[in-house]
């Protein structure tokens, strides 16, 4: 019986594992938080592609580059000639998601290895990477699962800049990660993910007060390896789970490449995509990004120039087909009594579906200022609470059952919210 169970569970075949690097220690590092007997043998990153020739005669040839300490440029010059002359073997990075060795994590990355040993993980995610790695042909890229739900994404268009777009896109997209629902992966998996196209560039992150090191540019040549364990070791991470890709501060004029693929991609990883898009030209946004959005928001504010640009922005749209039921309309700096046009009267003028209407709120240039959103210093605002609206069309799939309508929802967030005040 038990050669019977042996021949229908025959063992994997052996996996060796060869690290380049400039010193022996760090195989010793790694050897011990791997399965007992599992061996990392060492080579010099000056040896020769050659020396694994004796390391690939028995079973799989696991390849680790070393992405600590200053390590990156060699490790990537490395990785380019082993990519030429063993395309089919694996490649793995060892890295460190520790502020002083994310940027060699990064720069893995974007030399094409989509796989990363994070010395500060534990050992079982660790011995994960590893068996998974090893069990796969190196060139098959990762896939979303069959079946998979496909993120909602939503296109926040500001018809022109200075009209509140960034502003809202960060505070919805922090409010939206922490309303989300479970994820398979625990508390830290990737949920919303807020892509900023805006202009002028760099805005989200300063609002968030984050620091990015892997931008838009950097997804887009590297969008058949994006998946959940790229996002998640390598897109800046708000401390309130939000996870952010957008462009480095400085880049206005640049075109927008088509980001088909690599939103397709990020679909299959994240729950929901919101695309801040404020000041951006209709005419330079990617049709790809506009025809493949699940809605549309105008984003505009009262003002006479603000309407004349959400006007142009409708005849253009309308020009290419994309004028369509997917739109609605956000109010931004809305009127007091007697302030001219109203949020309903607009939305009627236009023809569009008023979607929300937000107040005036001087407090959240006073929070951008020292480098907060409005939900650390004043989190019971109107400002805030007029988002319900926004938040509940999300995930307009979501079962119907829950007890608290849209605005009860985002008032209990907001009475957990972290960054409440006592």
Known sequence: MAASLQLLHPKPPPMTLVLYAPGSHLAALLE???PVGMRVHWQ?????????????????CLVLLDYLDGSAQASNELARRLQRSHPDLPLVAVGSTSARNEEGV?????????????????????DAVVGRVGALPADVPAEPAQGAERARLILL???????????????????????????????????????????????????LNVDSHFHYEDALRHANRIDASVVTTVMTRHEGGLRLLGQPAG????????????????????????????????????????????????????????????DQVLKHLDAIGNRDARLHLVINRRNGPGGGLGPTQIAARFGLPLLASLPCCDRLQTSATHGHLLLHDAPRAPYLRALAPLLARLRPAAPPARPHSPLQNILRFLDRSPWKRK
């Open 44 to 60: 010099d990153s000056a040896a020769p592609a050659g020396a694994l020739d004796v390391h690939r005669r028995n079973g799989t």
């Open 32 to 34: 011990a938080r791997l």
């Open 157 to 207: 268009l500001g018809v022109r800049g200075g009209v509140g777009t960034s502003t809202l896109a960060t505070h919805l997209g922090v409010m939206a990660q922490q309303l989300a629902p479970h994820r398979a992966g625990g508390g830290d998996a990737p949920d919303t993910l807020l892509v900023d196209l805006g202009q002028p560039t760099g805005d989200a992150a300063l609002y």
């Open 251 to 310: 880049g206005e004029g640049a075109t927008l490449a088509d980001p088909a693929v690599l939103m397709q991609r990020l679909r299959g990883v994240f729950g929901t995509v919101l695309c801040d898009l404020g000041g951006v030209p209709v005419r330079q946004i990617p049709r790809s990004l506009l025809n493949g959005a699940d809605e549309i928001w105008l984003i505009a504010d009262p003002a006479i120039g603000s309407l004349v640009s959400l």
């Open 106 to 126: 990064v720069a893995a990355v974007r030399a094409g290895l989509r796989d990363i040993l994070d010395l500060e993980a534990s050992t079982a995610e660790i």
